[in-house]
């Protein structure tokens, strides 16, 4: 049984007892990072950050939804709820986007290529929504090829906790 101790990323055995560490992830996932490399966290919070704000869900509603849906900032909260605070939105903002991603060292090559990373996000309504956000993302220089196969077949890697494919959902 492992627990990690407070807020230093370090695991240790339920005998309080540190485990060792190689210093290496097994993937760089730039949208995760990996606790046992100084700073990498933080850079993965700002990617994810970054991605987020590159998104132009107003246009994806107008196009993809025939304006017929809302934005949505936060998986599974409705910005029409009383209780929703616009400091949760995610404000459109490539400029910022961009910027964001070079402070941390995530630069674009000579072609304006930064990096892949995937996502699923079903078939039907849910991954012509994937297709549009995959288009904001290629506007960062990240290229998201969209998964669209069934939950049942995405479903194992949540469960099992070794999911690291970001997904979309049409849910609330």
Known sequence: ???K????GVFVAVDGKPLPSTGNCTRNLLWIGCPNIE???KQAQVVRHAVSIAIDR?????SVLSGLGYENHVTW?????????????????VAQAKKELDDVGVKADKDGFRFEMPIWSGSGLPGEIGDA????MSEL????????????IYRPGIVARTNNVPFLTECD
């Open 5 to 8: 101790e407070g807020q230093t």
């Open 77 to 93: 909260w409705d910005t029409k709820n009383p209780n929703w605070q616009k400091k949760w939105e995610y404000p459109y903002n």
């Open 58 to 62: 107003a246009a994806i509603n107008k």
């Open 39 to 41: 700073g990498d966290m």
């Open 141 to 152: 220089g990240i290229k998201s090829d969209v998964l669209k196969y069934a939950y049942v």
């Open 133 to 136: 956000v995959a288009g904001f």
């Open 1 to 3: 049984s492992l627990r």
